[in-house]
Nanobody, 129 residues
Framework: EVQLVESGGGSVQPGGSLKLSCAVS????????IHWVRQAPGKGLEWVSN????????AYEDSVRGRFTVSRDNAKNTAYLQMDALKPEDTAVYYC??????????????????????WGQGTQVTVSS
């Protein structure tokens, strides 16, 4: 059984930083893309970032590029999202997501559906002065 557990969320002031972790149980962590998705209050799911299985390819949504950094440690079965220069509009529940097929990432449309892939329970990030 694959389980994803996010941690590291909290409340920070604008300009602050947080580092989210996503611990993944089960085998084959090093064969799967990891995606980060967020959901702001009253809004839909929004893709934030992803990282490929060996960590050599990453991508970011335009509004977070240059402020967020995705990484992974395959020896620890853990992915990370370093968030710097946080803004109030970054306030959301952040989820990490893993697909079911090795080396195949999930599309943005698939990331709108929590029944596709494996999802963590989410961690709340609140940015407010």
């Amino acid at each position: 059984e694959v389980q994803l557990v996010e941690s590291g969320g909290g409340s920070v002031q604008p300009g602050g930083s947080l580092k989210l972790s996503c611990a993944v149980s089960g085998s084959s962590f090093n064969l799967h893309w990891i995606h980060w998705v967020r959901q702001a209050p009253g809004k839909g799911l929004e893709w934030v970032s992803n990282i490929n299985p060996n960590g050599l390819a990453t991508a970011y949504e335009d509004s977070v590029r240059g402020r967020f950094t995705v990484s992974r440690d395959n020896a620890k079965n853990t992915a990370y999202l370093q968030m710097d220069a946080l803004k109030p509009e970054d306030t959301a529940v952040y989820y990490c997501v893993r697909g079911r097929i090795p080396w195949v990432g999930l599309s943005n449309s698939e990331l709108q559906n929590k029944t596709i892939g494996f999802w963590g329970q989410g961690t709340q990030v609140t940015v407010s002065s």
